[in-house]
């Protein structure tokens, strides 16, 4: 079991250091910073002095060692746009960006489930095959448009939620929560609808197949010859089984809402990590780009190392598999 | 929809009817200041807020007229051109209370001089800046300098006591790690203090009720809640839902839109920024093209077939839906040294392009590649892509390369590109201005935006002495003659002036300021 973990720690640490540097490779072709952070009036001259300041001028590896060796003092830098520390400006944008992807991963669950089990049951329904239908428009229009029509609708047209922003926010510690106040609801509703809309039509085609699979199993079968009520059967034995895969991919899609939250932040103005990468991307902010993409590369390494040493506790034949190599 | 024109027409009719004390103006653009230090950044949006907070010495006016701020007079000394005397405005306080006062303005303008000031170009000429009492400032500068008071427009005072207190002194540097107090607090003199900011999310701004001009100006505006929106549907669909009241950057697409919206207008003026093409005219042979051995873009002729074979009126009507001023001349139009045979637009006549090119041993045309940035002007890759279509009738063939502005500026600056767009705006008001970046041969010094490999030792000699000729009909001159020899030579393909779009609520009474800055003093509310 040490062993095991140790490897798979040991395995982590190489997928984060060759992502960060694959990323550093890949800032040159982003652009150059420096035409951002001086004015028209710059000189040739003004160029390479900064240059050389924020040793842009040094090769790649270089920049990525340095940068490895102030994170590893807990010194991500400061970012070139807002001339901040990247650390304070990262843990003030996370609450915004956690408390959008909480709300759409729990909109996605609910929603998903609720429509997957009806679609399941119902499955020749008019209401059923509608949801379906509609499920497909879902999965396939980008999401920057379903949150443009959304604001359309919902904030032009009724004039019922509003279009951008976080409303309201009040701190409680270090954490600025929109939950405690009605304009920081209200702003929720739809950027989680938007950011959660694909998540939740795959929650919900996952449930209808496993629970089409369930609902013709031999138990099921058995339990309606026993005479149990629909509700019973639907709900307790059957959906009880189908959940095993959903929370499965409900995890790791957890990861992914967080991770590419950067557009429904784009087009709600969501003051969240996604919008600050966006603006780091145009800046050429390599202090943020950086410190945003090892963040999250450290969030899904991290995910996958607990899924392994999960699989590894509960699935007794990786553990013989891996004593007899060791022996 | 009939429930929100009632509810617009509702809270309209409160608007007018009631309390017009306390006045609250949502503002939204595209992006962020990026920090209030008031020497960080020279950039639009940094400058715009701070001016809302802080003061320069004079600056600009919603008209772009020079006006007195916290300088009442000024103007060379008259037995010693190298000196500027400045009188300061007597009697003004910052917001916490502090005294402004001819040590403040040195301490400001001494701090815009050092290294990591973004401002220290527009000083370069600046030999020294002292006390004359405690409300007299002199600049000295290193030879006379007649335009010098123009490029203070932007330099904000600071308080120098605060500044000592909150260890703000220098201008923050990137390399130090920690970030200067300056970045995120501001003490200035201006008409609207600081109430709370979080950047890239919310800034407010209150009514400073000390504030020297409460009388001189509107400050109609009592409150501003300034929100960047990035996204330029969502900005539109915040202006249409009734969630700001003034939005700059509107969207061309989105005009007709907001105009023909219920309580919304639109307000368009000239911009102050041209948009043209630069070519590769000095070296022997181009990277970017399919000739060996030749420049055609060295040839006069080729040039002007060029400029001849672009039609300004058909990218105006098309690609800019009516929203620009066809160009000339590479100047904006207020600029000094500006006339309108210069900026008269060229005859698209391809015929004698064609004639030119064939004249140039060009009559089967030839290949170039065009450099072009798609997140820096108005619709600057639409541009550019008719571009592509107008060059092609006269054999010209242009392979298009559009890139985010980060990867665009870059290669004018290491003389990368052979055939490029960018866009120009004057904040000094004089052509000067230009001539220095655009025109003399680039250099240490001098000509640093001169991505045409164009170089002429005599007329650089001129260039470099307009900064000290103080004779102004014989500068004036001199500007005319450096200006006949850009036309001649075609030094440059303009395309257009930028014109600027404000969407705002009916309530909201402003002129569109040409720099792009709305200063909330001179709004009025109805």
């Known amino acids: ?327 | 929809m009939k429930l929100l024109k009632t509810l617009l027409a509702t809270t309209m009719l409160i608007g007018a009817s009631g309390i017009a004390q306390a006045e609250t103006l949502r503002w939204a653009r595209a992006g962020d200041s990026l920090t209030l230090d008031p020497h960080a950044q020279n950039e639009g949006p940094t400058s715009a807020l701070a001016h809302q907070i802080m003061e320069p010495l004079i600056m600009r006016d919603m008209t772009g007229k020079v006006v007195p701020a916290l300088a009442t007079e000024w103007g060379p000394s008259a037995d010693n051109p190298n000196e500027w005397h400045f009188k300061l405005r007597e009697g003004v306080k910052f917001h916490d209370g502090a005294d402004f006062d001819s040590e403040d303005a040195v301490f400001s303008l001494e701090r815009a001089m050092t290294k990591d000031s973004d401002f220290k170009e527009l000083l370069a000429s600046v030999k020294s800046v002292r006390a004359d009492g405690k409300y007299g400032l002199i600049i000295e500068t290193n030879g006379p300098n007649p335009i010098m008071a123009n490029n203070l427009t932007n330099m904000f005072m600071m308080d120098k006591g605060w500044a000592e207190a909150n260890n703000a002194v220098k201008v923050q540097d990137y390399e130090g790690g920690e970030e200067t107090f300056a970045a995120r607090n501001a003490n200035g003199t201006g008409p609207y203090k600081l109430v709370s900011r979080e950047p890239d999310v919310k800034t407010v701004m209150t009514m400073n009720e000390n504030y020297w001009g409460k009388d001189e100006f509107p400050m109609q505006v009592t409150e501003i809640i300034y929100t960047p929106i990035q996204n330029q549907a969502t900005r539109v669909a915040a202006l249409l839902s009734g969630e700001v009241d003034f939005i700059q950057d509107v969207p061309v697409q989105d005009l007709a839109r907001v105009d023909g919206a219920d309580g919304l207008k639109v307000q368009t003026a000239p911009q102050n920024r041209v948009i043209f093409f630069g070519m590769n005219q000095g070296d022997a042979d181009l990277k970017a093209d399919d000739v060996d051995g030749k420049n055609p873009l060295a040839d006069l002729r080729v040039r002007q077939a060029m400029n001849m074979a672009i039609n300004r009126e058909a990218i105006k009507k098309i690609v800019m839906r009516d929203q620009s001023i066809p160009a000339g001349m590479i100047s904006p139009p207020f600029v000094n040294g500006w006339t309108a045979e210069l900026d008269a637009v060229p005859a698209t006549d391809i015929e004698k392009a064609k004639g030119l090119m064939a004249d140039a041993g060009y009559a089967d045309g030839f290949s170039i590649r065009l450099d072009c940035p798609n997140d820096r002007y108005i619709n600057d890759e639409a541009i550019c892509q008719a571009a592509v279509g107008m060059l092609a009738q006269i054999g010209v063939k242009v392979q298009l390369d559009a890139k985010p502005k980060a990867q665009h500026f870059p290669l004018i600056n290491n003389l990368e590109t052979d055939f490029y767009m960018l866009g120009w705006g004057v904040p000094t008001y004089d052509s000067e201005y230009i001539f220095n970046f655009l025109v003399h041969t680039k250099g240490e010094k001098y000509g640093s935006w001169n991505g045409t490999r164009f170089s002429n030792p005599e007329l650089d000699k001129v260039i470099e002495s307009l900064a000290a000729e103080t004779d102004l009909p014989k500068r004036n001159g001199m500007i005319a003659d450096i200006w006949k020899v850009v036309q001649d030579e075609q030094l440059y393909l303009p395309i257009h002036h930028q014109v600027l779009n404000w969407g705002m609520a009916d309530k909201v009474d402003t002129v569109v300021a040409p720099d792009d800055a709305a200063k909330f003093k001179y709004f009025k509310l109805n």
């Open chain 1, 1 to 327: 079991m040490l062993i095991y973990s140790l490897r798979r720690i040991f395995q982590s640490i190489i997928v984060l250091l060759v992502v960060g540097l694959v990323a550093f490779s890949m800032f040159r072709f982003v652009g150059d910073p420096i035409d951002n952070m001086l004015g028209q009036e710059r000189t040739d001259a003004d160029i390479e002095r900064l240059r050389t300041e924020l040793g842009l001028d040094q090769p790649f590896i270089v920049q990525y060692g340095k940068f490895l060796s102030n994170a590893a003092t807990g010194n991500l830098g400061v970012s070139y746009r807002q001339g901040r520390p990247v650390a304070s400006i990262l843990l003030e944008r996370a609450p915004a960006t956690l408390e959008l992807a909480a709300v759409s991963g729990l909109f996605a669950m609910i929603v998903g489930v609720g429509l997957g089990v009806f679609t399941a049951i119902r499955r020749h329904g008019f209401a059923a095959n509608f949801i379906m239908t509609v499920s497909l428009i879902g999965v396939s229009l980008p999401t920057f448009l379903i949150g443009i029509l959304l604001i359309y609708l919902f904030a032009v047209e009724l004039g019922w939620l509003p279009s951008f922003g976080r409303g309201e926010t009040v701190m409680v510690g270090g954490w600025s929560t929109g939950f405690l106040t009605a304009s920081g609801l209200k702003a929720l509703i739809l950027p989680s609808i938007t950011l959660g809309l694909y998540q939740m039509t795959l929650i919900m085609r996952l449930v209808r197949s496993e629970m089409l699979e369930v609902l013709r199993a031999d138990y099921i079968r058995f339990a309606r010859a026993r005479g149990l009520r629909e509700r019973a059967i639907n709900f307790r034995h059957a959906l009880k089984n189908t959940m095993v895969p959903v929370i499965t991919i409900t995890g790791l899609q957890l990861g992914s809402i967080i991770a590419f939250a950067i557009i429904t932040e784009t087009v709600f103005q969501w003051p969240g990590v996604g919008l600050l990468f966006i603006n780091a991307i145009q800046f050429v902010d390599i202090p943020v780009m950086a410190a945003y993409l090892m963040l999250i590369s450290v969030m899904f390494v991290g995910i996958n190392l607990i899924v392994d040493l999960l699989y590894f506790a509960i699935d007794p034949r990786l553990r013989v598999d891996t004593n007899a190599v060791e022996s």
